[in-house]
């Protein structure tokens, strides 16, 4: 969209031409949508240098080898995907019909859905635009993106890139504040994809309902690992840290929490400092390591840390800082759970004085790396996602402890279970529930190819990437095809002796 706020009514119309491109056009052949893909694969790894600047101008520092590797590396390998089985699966599928129903054939027929709308939110704008885009582009649809204002410059970058790459009534980027996204998530869409937090999927989930329009919801929570009696130990906590501080920690699936057996929090602290100053050396000045995205993120990341340390709960860095925040002034935020992915905006003005509990920066918003112990169980750390880089360990005695500890809290994202015994990987895979499960490792399962990806209960509904994302943006169309010659007749009234015959064989077969 070419006006800086798009009001309601281009929103509509920009809606009605898609639609009225997608019913000149309902069902594009499958070269038709292999070469928008291929266009959408170029158009990314030719402006990779232009998204990673973009990025870093937004986070304040982001290195350019984690936009590769966590943004357009799963990108193209989603595309090539794509590629490669999406011809396969636009096939109709054979169904049975079953003795009765014989010489009929049943199929399913995948069918584009028409307009798919998708929010993207900050974290990854690139990778969590271009996600649902390329499974909504394989299955033959058209699709209108609203991008995250906290992320201006890579959002207009990529408005002017798709604008480039597709005509406005195939794909078109919607940029704006949060009214504009309260109006976007009001269009009648086809289908809606919306990734961010839990609060303003409710929103969503009750806009959409006005239509009856159905919902994709990738939202986060409290993601747990466990690291059980069996594991080994160093490579479970090497592969935590990796996966804590990517993007400094904001990653919906980043894990959130640790439970480790008791008596091994000293170990485990030790060896991810280690592990901390091998992956950014010189932490305070490391360029590999991400900033936070705004000062309101920065702000609500030390005030977690504070209330813990207020209700008991011990700090420890894993990186130093030579200058960490003291006695400075910042702006009193709220620190409600839709500002946790910046979906909603708070009052600020107020300021206050307080020490920092953990080394940071406010003008960089860089914050080091933190294990939290003894926090306790009902402060805000422990209650909502964390979206940063502070990692509460909490102790437990008994693996059925670890196991309730994970099912008396709302379902995750993600569940990273480190362990070498088949007994207890079986154990955690069927007594708990998750959005996805990664064993040994962290972060990688969003990576593989073959996997949905999608949370359940309070982390989502609902999944795509693959096969699953070519689904949940078709109509699976049942359809069936009676044969010329068949057995109708036999069920039809006069219900007499006959009917009753037949009735009879077909009950009691």
């Known amino acids: 969209m070419k006006n800086d706020l798009p009001d309601d009514a281009a929103l509509t119309e920009l809606l009605r031409a898609q639609r009225a491109a997608h019913m000149r056009e309902p069902y594009p052949p499958w070269d038709a949508r292999a070469a928008h893909l291929t266009a959408l694969r170029t158009m990314l790894l030719d402006n990779s240098d232009a998204l990673a600047d973009a990025l870093s101008a937004d986070f304040g520092q982001r290195a350019k080898a984690e936009l590769l590797l966590s943004e357009l590396w799963l ?53 969590l635009a271009a996600g649902p885009l390329i499974c909504a582009l394989a299955a033959g649809n058209r699709a209108m993106i609203k991008m995250s204002e906290w992320t201006p410059h890579t959002s207009a970058l990529m408005e002017r890139l798709i604008g480039a790459t597709f005509a406005l009534d195939h794909v078109a980027v919607v940029n704006g504040d949060d009214s504009v996204g309260a109006a976007f998530s009001a269009l009648p869409f086809d289908h809606l994809l919306f990734t961010g937090s839990a609060s303003v999927g409710r929103k969503i989930m009750r806009s959409a309902a006005e239509h009856l329009t159905p919902v994709t919801l990738e939202l986060g929570g409290k993601s747990p690992a466990i690291v059980g009696p069996h594991a080994r130990f160093h490579a479970a906590v090497d592969s935590i840290v990796a996966g804590k501080t990517l993007n400094a920690g904001q990653t919906c699936i980043a894990p959130d929490y640790v439970l480790v057996p008791r008596g091994s929090e000293e170990a485990f602290i030790a060896r991810a400092r280690h592990r901390v100053a091998k992956l950014y050396p010189d932490f305070a000045h490391n360029r590999d390591y991400t900033t936070i995205v705004s000062d309101r993120h920065f702000f609500r990341l030390l005030d977690l840390a504070d209330e813990a340390v207020a209700g008991g709960a011990q700090l420890h860095p894993l990186a130093d800082m030579p200058q960490p925040l003291a006695n400075g002034l910042e702006p009193e935020l709220s620190r409600s759970e839709g500002d946790l992915h910046g979906d909603s905006e708070s009052a600020i003005g107020q300021t206050r004085r307080r020490k920092a509990s953990i080394p940071a920066d406010p003008t960089s918003r860089r914050v080091a790396p933190c294990i939290v112990t003894n926090a306790p169980a009902d402060c805000s750390l422990m209650r909502e996602e964390i979206f940063g880089p502070l990692l509460p360990l909490v102790p437990y005695d008994t693996l059925d402890e670890a196991i309730h500890h994970v099912n008396a809290r709302e379902r995750p994202l993600a569940l990273y279970l480190f362990d070498e015994e088949r007994a207890t990987v079986d154990r955690v895979l069927r007594e708990t529930v998750s959005g996805g499960v990664a064993i040994n490792e962290t972060l990688l ?40 010659l068949n057995g109708r007749a036999l069920l039809l009234p006069p219900y007499g002796r006959r009917f009753n015959t037949v009735m009879n064989l077909m009950l009691r077969r």
Request: net charge positive; with cysteine.
């Open 445 to 484: 399962h969003i990576a593989c190819e073959g996997l949905p990806f999608g949370g359940v209960g309070a982390s989502g509904m609902g999944a795509y990437h693959g096969y699953e994302g070519f689904m949940t943006f078709s109509k699976m169309k049942p359809v069936f095809r009676q044969a010329r």
């Open 75 to 127: 990108a193209r390998n989603e595309i090539d995907s794509a590629l490669r089985h999406g011809r396969q699966w636009m096939k109709t599928q054979r169904r049975a019909t079953g003795l009765w129903l014989w010489p009929a054939r049943a199929e399913v027929m995948p069918q584009p859905l028409g307009v798919i709308g998708i929010i993207a939110p900050w974290n990854y704008p690139v990778l």
